[in-house]
């Protein structure tokens, strides 16, 4: 698939769709990126072998099933609000805290797994 063909894939996408997962070969682990991202800087200057599209819930429990640390949903002052908690290097407990949107969720999942 070329990039135009996946241009064209993704631009015909549901709005809720909002992350492009993307391989860039068939035994690649994958890397996430917002899709308006991807598209403006990412397709141009890599081979793509395989995408997938992913809305913010999936993304979510992608999160959830790659990591053994704790993570909460909340709402707080009428925003949802993401709180991953995770031990420190020193051994403490430490919270990290986000807004449950795409940036939010995108940020905590690409430190979770390391990109």
Do not use: H
Not at 83 to 111: H, Q, T
């Amino acid at each position: 698939m070329d990039q135009r063909q996946i241009r064209q894939l993704i631009e015909q996408r549901s709005k809720a769709q909002v992350f492009v997962k993307w391989y860039a070969s068939a035994d690649d682990e994958g890397q996430v990126e917002l899709v308006d991202y991807f598209l403006r800087s990412v397709l141009d200057t890599v081979q793509v072998v395989k995408f997938e599209l992913l809305d913010l819930e999936q993304l979510w429990l992608e999160l959830l099933q790659k990591s053994e640390d704790r993570f909460e949903r909340v709402w707080r002052q009428k925003v949802e609000v993401l709180d991953w908690y995770f031990i420190a290097a020193n051994g403490s407990e430490k919270v990290r805290s986000c807004c449950f949107r795409p940036e939010g969720l995108l940020a905590i999942y690409n430190e979770v797994v390391g990109a």
